[in-house]
Nanobody
Framework: QVQLVESGGGLVQAGDSLRLSCAASGRYFHTAAMGWFRQAPGKEREAAAA????????RYADSVKGRFTISRDNTKNTVYLQMNHLGPEDTAIYYC???????????????????WGQGTQVTVSS
């Protein structure tokens, strides 16, 4: 079983930056690929970024490429999402997700993930 707890969300202005953190429990965190997804009001959930267990394979959605950076620290069981140049279109609930044991590759497909956090709200004002 893996539990994920996101933090770092908040209300910012357009152009600002935020760093989200996702603390994971579970012995196999360092072998699991992780991802960040988001869901804006009235819209379907979409992928933002994903990272393999080693950090060697990283993928971004086109909408965040060049502005967001995903990283992980396996010694702290934590994955991060650095978000720069935020705009109102980035307003959403951001979810951290973990793939199941043995699935170490990064994926931008939500159904590839087994465990999900409760989410953290990010609101960007114009």
């Amino acid at each position: 079983q893996v539990q994920l707890v996101e933090s770092g969300g908040g209300l910012v202005q357009a152009g600002d930056s935020l760093r989200l953190s996702c603390a994971a429990s579970g012995r196999y965190f360092h072998t699991a690929a992780m991802g960040w997804f988001r869901q804006a009001p009235g819209k379907e959930r979409e992928a933002a970024a994903a990272i393999s267990w080693s950090g060697g394979d990283i993928r971004y959605a086109d909408s965040v490429k060049g502005r967001f950076t995903i990283s992980r620290d396996n010694t702290k069981n934590t994955v991060y999402l650095q978000m720069n140049h935020l705009g109102p279109e980035d307003t959403a609930i951001y979810y951290c997700a973990a793939r199941g044991a043995g699935y170490a590759g990064a994926s931008l497909i939500g159904s590839a993930y087994t465990y999900w956090g409760q989410g953290t709200q990010v609101t960007v004002s114009s």
